[in-house]
């Protein structure tokens, strides 16, 4: 069974940096697209970053230049380096792995920034 665990969550001032880390572990098949994506209160989940196994990479707009996501494949490790946080990034961070036909998610990790 292929479990995700992130790390790497907390409070930080605006201005500060955080990365956070998803292990995938229980895969047996190659990993397609790992990504991360955050949900704050009252609002719909929505993507901030996703990598290939290859390497490439998509931003939200909202994060492009602040954030940086990169992947392990020997580890099946995915990582978000987020610098020049803002308030507005304050949210739960997901990450997820597509796996063949299938998507795993973990379970989240809060992310929060104080003005």
């Known amino acids: 069974q292929v479990h995700l665990v992130e790390s790497g969550g907390g409070l930080v001032q605006a201005g500060g940096s955080l990365r956070l880390s998803c292990a995938a572990s229980?895969?047996?098949?190659?990993?397609?697209?790992m990504s991360w994506l955050r949900q704050a209160p009252g609002k719909q989940r929505e993507l901030v970053a996703g990598?290939?196994?290859?390497?490439?990479?998509n931003y939200a707009d909202s994060v492009k230049g602040r954030f940086t996501i990169s992947i392990d494949n020997a580890k099946n490790t995915v990582y978000l380096q987020m610098n020049s946080l803002k308030p507005e990034d304050t949210a739960v961070y997901y990450c997820?792995?597509?796996?063949?036909?299938?998507?795993?998610w973990g379970q989240g990790t809060q992310v929060t920034v104080s003005s």
């Open positions: 229980g895969i047996k098949f190659s990993i397609n697209t």
């Open positions: 997820n792995a597509l796996v063949g036909p299938y998507v795993h």
């Open positions: 990598i290939t196994s290859g390497g490439s990479t």
